[in-house]
């Protein structure tokens, strides 16, 4: 969220004004909780000036990994898993061979670069396929939170576990609603 | 086992006839259980002949899946499998631009074939990799039987779970040895 330039600008120009943006939303709303896998915030680490960052960051978003060793999920959907690869695993043999039979043809800079595409739509997308991917699943079926991320693939598999997730770009007026809601709570 | 040339010599030389070889050992053990999963059992259907198959088969070897939704596994297995993933994938990438490389020199078929052989080893081995896979996994696990496979995968995530395995060359012996015990017990 606080990367992809398409959603974080709600919050802020750059990860770093974003972050800043969101602690500014967020330390009105003490009801609230907010959590973040400590695997992705190490991630973020990478983007954000941690200097630029004010220390309520760490008061109010807490970085915390799930139970891997735990928790447990459904064997069904180990069998999704493999069988999602296997197709997947078949899509990108098929790509490869594509790139090989154009490559007498073609220029095999642009053909290489195509294949790299290709393979990684086939392989990547829509899929759960990094620690970072399984923790924010794990994470969020532990403490029943609501999840926020821009990730197709955690969403599509969030809803497998049956995670409630929140469209990324409402998250902003989710955050200002809940601080209205608060106030008018706090008022009666 | 029954298929697998190099194991199945020691019940029979053809599937077939390795499949009456068992059941005949089988069926002088009543203390044993023997299943199938039933994914695996259609795929043999594939390489043996029904008909010459005596009745035995369906009362000595079971045919049964794991209950694949009532089942459940530890959230660290998904994590182990989704890394295993990404770096067979990578590797999978590699393999396939390597292809490209040498295509506008070598011989294109010759090239294919290379390129489907590693890309196989690469994202295909010592991996689990199909239902039938899972299910061996699972009805093993469901059942706390001891696991007969040549498949290195599935033995290899047999003992992530905990479960007991056979070498399969050594299941003659094993069978021999049982029914030697039970003939002795029965003696007793």
């Known amino acids: 969220m606080f990367v992809n330039p398409e959603v974080r600008v709600d919050f802020g120009k750059t990860p770093t004004e974003a972050m800043e943006g969101f602690l500014s939303l967020a330390a009105q709303i003490p009801a609230f909780e907010f959590y973040m896998p400590s695997s992705t915030f190490r991630e973020l680490l990478n983007f954000i000036d941690i200097n630029k960052v004010s220390g309520e960051l760490f008061t109010i978003l807490r970085q915390k990994s799930p139970g891997r060793h735990e928790m447990s999920c459904p064997a069904v959907l180990f069998y999704e898993l493999v069988e999602d690869m296997r197709e997947r ?53 532990e403490l029943d939170a609501l999840l926020v991320t821009v990730d197709n693939g955690v969403i599509k598999w969030a809803e497998k576990f049956g995670i409630r997730w929140l469209m990324p770009t409402k998250f902003k007026d989710y955050l200002q609603s809940s601080i209205k809601n608060s106030k008018s709570h706090a008022i009666k």
Chains 1, 2 share one sequence.
Do not use: H
Not at 90 to 107: F, L, P, T, W, Y
Not at 112 to 127: F, S, V
């Open 89 to 141: 695993i078949n899509k990108g043999m098929r790509v490869a061979e594509k790139a090989v039979r154009g490559a007498a043809k073609g220029d095999e800079r642009e053909i290489i670069q195509t294949l790299r595409r290709n393979y990684r739509e086939a392989l990547r997308e829509g899929i759960v396929d990094s620690i970072e991917d399984m923790d924010l699943i794990f994470l969020a079926k």
